[in-house]
């Protein structure tokens, strides 16, 4: 199976690729995205895209058997969360696929920023997992807010991160969202 897909950010099994960490990787482990260049290598034991390609879909909720059996698998999280999974393939459904590409590219846009500016080494699954899991309403409203109050020059990359986390982890608190991956 080497077909590469045009959009590998949002998965054909509903997981949102362009927030993992393993997108934002340097070296071997690096992911591609779902069906990016080289994914097969990284994900043989891909069981969907073989699916849907046979059926000519792009993503599982387009198949008239969505929820399969495949789906009973993910009660636990890999290096990303599968908890908004249907969540998220309800929205594309609701929404269309280019209004949820849109809104998952400007989650992506966040992440990158977050990244960039607010990880101090050891945040980057914190934010792909806050940025995959809350609403973007509430990401832009902790942005706005996280930037006024790191705005002092005299903040150490560490201070920054820190007030990150504690303005994500209360959002999420208020929408009873944990941040963290399902072991």
Request: aromatic share 10%; hydrophobic share 30%.
């Amino acid at each position: 199976m080497n077909h590469e897909r045009k959009y590998p950010f949002f998965s054909a099994c509903g997981l949102n690729c362009g927030l993992c960490p393993r997108y934002y990787t340097d070296g071997n482990s690096k992911c591609p995205g779902c069906g990016g260049k080289y994914f097969s290598e990284k994900h043989c034991s891909c069981s969907i895209l073989p699916c849907i390609q046979r059926k000519g879909l792009e993503y599982c909720y387009l198949c008239s058997e969505f929820p399969c059996k495949k789906y009973d698998k993910w009660e636990r999280d890999s290096f990303i969360t599968h908890q908004n999974m249907m969540k998220d393939f309800e929205k594309a459904k609701n929404i269309g696929i280019k209004a949820y590409k849109k809104e998952l590219d400007e989650k992506i846009n966040i992440l990158k920023y977050l990244l960039a500016n607010y990880n101090d080494g050891r945040r980057k699954s914190f934010f792909c997992i806050a940025v995959n899991l809350l609403g973007l309403n509430d990401i832009k409203c902790v942005l706005i807010q996280l930037k006024k109050e790191t705005k002092s020059v005299d903040l150490t990359m560490k201070e920054k991160s820190l007030i990150a986390v504690r303005m994500f982890e209360e959002i999420a608190a208020e929408k009873n969202i944990l941040l963290k991956l399902r072991k």
